[in-house]
């Protein structure tokens, strides 16, 4: 009985297959990385920590705080004022929420003010979103003075210090966390801020009571003498209102917010009576738009590439691999088989002749 003939597949033979399961292969991640690998990277970054300065446009009058011990009510001399922010990522963090922990000062940038403490206001805030949209999930705190617990703000809706990756500015609502209040995004278009694409979006605060809050900051409420205030009346109870409007500049793939024009006015009220307290319009520094235009570009490229870079390089590998699978195929069609596997097939009886094997191949 014959020896078996060992069959081995030389390269040649090996190679259309292999290109074909390639070709398979990057096909299939054009496909999915951009339906399943993009949307998981397009999410909240946990490792969010972003800084905001900006300085008043003018300079501003302020009440002296000094002067609550005082006779009478005095306002500082017009100096600059600065917004300070910084927004991290802290824990709980998982797969689908973050939440973000953010720390917003309004001061003065001098010593006018004769006390220890220059700041106009502060604020720390504490809420948990969902990281596919940026949307609340309900869990949220908000802490004005750092001598009382942080009041816990179960209903709050709408964004405020940042927006989903890809996200759409349609239908989009802001919280200002000072006077808990969610108000409508309105578009006002498209620009270019530090070389990155953004959509305008502007949100109008209303006048705001923030005495008559829950679990309201004391400091929100004066009650002093008439003559204190230069207004009639033996005891007069004022209440502070606060309002404005914050003109944000949000980064079409990343959804920082890049850039910001924030109106800020807070004045004590009793009935028809005004005493203010600072109004102003900050407007990011040029420092920090290149900050966040950088952070912009960090956060949006992992999602940049695999929508669109890493399907484009597979489809043309796949075509690549594919063309060259049905060219070795055609070529080896044409080639004539060799001596010593034509001559084994004709001592099996399979062909009769050299000749006819060639014919046949």
């Known amino acids: 009985m014959p020896d078996a003939q060992t069959s081995r597949w030389s390269t040649r033979q090996l190679l259309p297959p292999t290109l074909v399961f390639l070709a398979a292969l990057l096909a299939t991640v054009a496909i999915a990385s951009p339906l399943f690998l993009a949307p998981q990277l397009a999410r909240v970054s946990l490792d969010t920590s972003l800084v905001a300065i900006s ?56 010593n006018a003010t004769g006390c220890a403490d220059p700041v106009q206001l502060a604020v720390v805030d504490r809420v948990t979103v969902r990281r596919t949209t940026a949307a609340p999930t309900g869990e949220s705190s908000i ?43 309105n578009k006002l278009g498209r620009d270019t801020v530090a070389g990155r694409s953004v959509t305008k979006l502007r949100a109008d ?26 207004w009639p009346g033996a005891s007069v109870e004022a209440h502070a209102f606060q309002g404005g409007s914050y003109t944000l500049s949000v980064d079409e793939q990343s959804g920082l917010i890049i850039d910001a024009q924030i109106v800020v006015h807070r004045d004590y009220r009793a009935g028809d009576r005004r005493l203010s307290s ?27 590439l695999a929508g669109r870079i890493i399907p484009l390089l597979a489809a043309l590998g796949a075509l690549v691999a ?40």
């Open 322 to 361: 594919a063309a060259g699978a049905w060219a070795l195929r055609r070529s080896a069609g044409d080639q004539p088989l060799p001596l010593d596997e034509a001559r084994s097939l004709q001592g099996s009886g399979w062909v009769g002749s050299l000749d006819e094997v060639r014919e046949t191949r």
């Open 205 to 230: 605060i209303p006048d705001t009571d923030l005495a008559a809050l829950p679990d309201a900051d004391p400091r929100t409420r004066i009650v002093k003498p008439g003559s204190w205030f230069g």
């Open 278 to 304: 600072f109004a102003a319009t900050f407007r990011y520094d040029a420092k920090t738009r290149e900050s966040l235009a950088d952070a912009a570009r960090s956060q949006a490229r992992p999602g940049w």
């Open 143 to 185: 802490q004005t003075d750092s001598n009382r617990p942080a009041v816990v703000l179960p209903q709050r809706d709408g964004v405020t210090y940042l927006f989903a990756p890809g996200f759409n500015p349609d239908g989009q609502r802001f919280f200002d966390p000072i006077t808990r209040r969610t108000v409508d995004l």
């Open 55 to 110: 300085t008043s446009t003018e300079p501003i009058a302020t009440l002296d705080r000094c002067s609550l011990d005082r006779p009478r009510a005095a306002m500082l001399a017009p100096g600059k004022l600065i917004r300070s922010q910084r927004v991290v990522a802290v824990r709980p963090a998982d797969r689908h929420i973050a939440t973000l922990q953010a720390g917003t000062v309004i001061r003065r940038d001098d």
